[in-house]
């Protein structure tokens, strides 16, 4: 009785941090678009019109740590962070889990460790300016604990989902058919 | 600091936690332990994201943009189709066309994993049909791809100017020969081989007509690294502005002069380009947080110090070192390789021995890639497994000759810097 709830909990708060996590990837792959869009208008822009765009350079920046940060929740709960898993997957299924737990809890200490310094970052911001661009630097770095509070969510509900699958013994709680996505080089 | 937070790193790493968590979670507890968590664990985050504020580094999403719009807009098929023209005739005249392939299609994407899959996908079932065996189309396939990060444009070599602050031009420049050695190398392998198993040719002698309209359907292809080396070199643009007019002449060609792409293909190109991009450059932000934490914990200087307590030899040290990379990169991947280790290594060969930057870098970048085809933690080597269907144990035992090519051409380099240095050095980079 209590384990269905906890699944039926498990469930709703996967589909919720899913969601989230295809609106910030898709999100980030608009960023893609503008920001080539912007490096080339720079480049347009000193070549041909001889007159360079002075905002285009800390801009297409910004948008780039903008992507980072928009990944890296998605690609966490998707398994996509690159780690080294070899000896950990060859050991019995609960002993991987239990140590997956605790390497999610550590994680989660970090992240919500994070989380108070970066509304501090953020406030901080507020006086301050990058080079070429009118407004304050706290709203390009609100985007830390955005991205900080979506990985807290994900990293519970990962936690969560290994620890019903060590007490539920009818099967696996792990989120269904993860495309990993590939890491690059 | 203590450098307590090296065993944590290593036990975490061990343990499985992702590496970009690794990098920040190892110093976060080591400062908790020493008690130094209050004062410094602010600059702990705000370097994740200052770490990444670089212009430079954003070649890196614009690389994979451009290689991701190449790959899917046939213009594999064209490449493959010209080097068969050029050397199908020869006696394992499939397998010589793979190795070929790689070498151009280096010059158009910085990563070695999408030239597997790429011409993987073409031409391991190609070669099985023409009777090769199945484990040896996938190691020519998977030793060949590591030519990609090696000859530029590459990836790997912008992680590393970017951590290292060496010229992403320089660097591209010293990458050239030891690419060619390489494929030069597994060529006059497979030539071996071929004779020894008696492979097949793959084609009749192409005439010099059939060769120029294979050019013709590949020229606009091959004018990539043109524009792009020709752009970085004579100063017209920086590489990460060259980056974008590669993404942008790779839309341009595959859309509307070879018409391979569609409109509605781009949004998953672009969402593919963000989540490969996104992964690394968390990375990179991460690894930065890490060197700064090597560097305020004295890290460097104890390693140098250690390191030269064990011989003054140089070449003993720059053996021990290639050593030392090579295992790392049979369980790393070539960038967080870099990432992590380039930081601790470089001032010690740079700075306390004096090498040259771009020297130890090159050698540097060739290891860690060749390790990407090195089992038991290879991401070709997966990638050939996939796409082929073959076990990976079976890819890399057929691969053992072509990577006794590679590791060679690492020390031929590591030994003889006028390999890697000379062109850097004729366009003032060195």
Redesign the interface.
């Known amino acids: 009785m209590t384990e269905t709830l906890a699944s039926r909990i498990v469930e709703r708060l996967g589909r919720f941090n899913g969601f989230i996590g295809l609106i910030a990837?898709?999100f980030?792959?608009?960023?893609?678009?503008v920001?080539?869009v912007a490096?080339?208008a720079?480049?347009f822009f000193r070549?041909v019109l001889n007159n360079s765009l002075a905002w285009t350079?800390d801009s297409?920046?910004l948008m780039?740590?903008w992507?980072?940060?928009?990944?890296?929740p998605?690609?966490?709960r998707q398994g996509?962070?690159?780690?080294?898993?070899?000896?950990?997957?060859s050991l019995p299924k609960p002993i991987f889990r239990m140590?997956?737990i605790?390497?999610h809890l550590?994680?989660l200490?970090?992240l919500l460790?994070?989380m108070q310094?970066?509304i501090?970052?953020v406030t901080r911001g507020f006086n301050m300016r990058a080079n070429t661009i009118p407004i304050p630097i706290a709203y390009f770095?609100l985007i830390?604990p955005v991205s900080l509070g979506m990985m807290i969510l994900i990293g519970i509900e990962l936690i969560l989902r290994d620890v019903l699958s060590l007490v539920d013994r009818n099967g696996d709680h792990d989120i269904a058919n993860r495309p990993s996505?590939?890491?690059?080089? | 600091m203590s450098l307590g937070y090296l065993w944590i790193f290593v036990v975490l790493l061990a343990l499985g936690m992702p590496i970009a968590f690794v990098l920040l979670i190892a110093p976060g507890l080591s400062l908790v332990i020493d008690g130094l968590d209050t004062r410094f664990f602010s600059k702990l985050l705000s370097t994740l994201f200052t770490g990444m504020y670089s212009f430079p580094l954003m070649a890196i999403p614009f690389f994979i943009l451009a290689g991701d719009i190449m790959n899917r807009g046939g213009i594999t098929r064209n490449i493959v189709r010209f080097s068969e023209s050029v050397i199908g005739h020869i006696r394992g005249g499939l397998a010589q066309v793979n190795i070929l392939s790689s070498i151009l299609f280096a010059g158009l994407s910085g990563s070695a994993v999408a030239d597997t899959s790429a011409l993987g996908k073409m031409l391991i079932p190609a070669m099985e049909e023409n009777g090769y065996s199945r484990r040896f189309s996938a190691a020519v396939t998977a030793a060949s791809s590591v030519i990609g990060p090696i000859i530029p444009p590459s990836g790997i070599m912008i992680i590393y100017a970017f951590v290292m602050n060496v010229s992403v031009a320089g660097l591209f420049l010293s990458g050239f020969v030891p690419g060619l050695m390489i494929g030069g190398g597994l060529m006059l392998m497979t030539v071996y081989l071929a004779r020894k198993r008696n492979y097949p040719v793959a084609s009749e002698k192409a005439t010099w007509g059939e060769c120029g309209q294979a050019f013709g359907k590949a020229f606009w292809a091959l004018l990539t690294p043109v524009i792009l080396l020709g752009g970085i070199l004579g100063g017209v643009f920086t590489p990460t502005e060259a980056a974008a007019v590669a993404a942008f002449y790779a839309f341009i060609v595959s859309l509307f002069v070879m018409r391979t792409l569609t409109f509605k293909e781009l949004p998953s190109i672009f969402v593919s380009t963000a989540i490969q991009s996104g992964v690394i450059l968390f990375l990179v932000g991460a690894a930065v947080t890490f060197g700064w934490i090597i560097t305020i914990s004295g890290l460097a200087r104890e390693g140098a110090a250690f390191v030269q307590s064990l011989t003054d030899n140089v070449n003993l040290l720059l053996f021990l070192v290639n050593i030392l990379l090579f295992i790392v990169g049979m369980f790393l991947d070539a960038g967080p390789a870099i990432l992590i280790l380039g930081p601790v290594l470089e001032p010690i060969f740079v700075d306390q021995l004096g090498m040259h930057p771009l020297h130890f870098a090159i050698v540097m970048c060739v290891n860690v890639t060749v390790g990407l085809a090195t089992p038991p933690m290879g991401l070709v080597l997966f990638v050939a497994s996939s796409v082929s269907g073959e076990k990976v144990e079976k890819i890399a035992y057929e691969m053992l000759p072509f990577l006794a090519v590679e590791i060679s051409v690492i020390f031929l380099i590591t030994f003889f810097p006028a390999l890697s240095l000379t062109l850097p050095r004729l366009f003032g980079f060195a």
């Open positions: 990837r898709n980030a792959a608009g960023l893609i678009a920001m080539t490096v080339l720079g480049v070549y350079e297409s920046i780039m740590i992507v980072a940060f928009l990944i890296a998605y690609a966490y996509g962070h690159v780690g080294i898993e070899l000896l950990v997957t140590i997956r605790v390497m550590l994680i200490w970090l460790r994070f310094e970066a501090i970052y770095r830390v996505a590939a890491p690059p080089e």
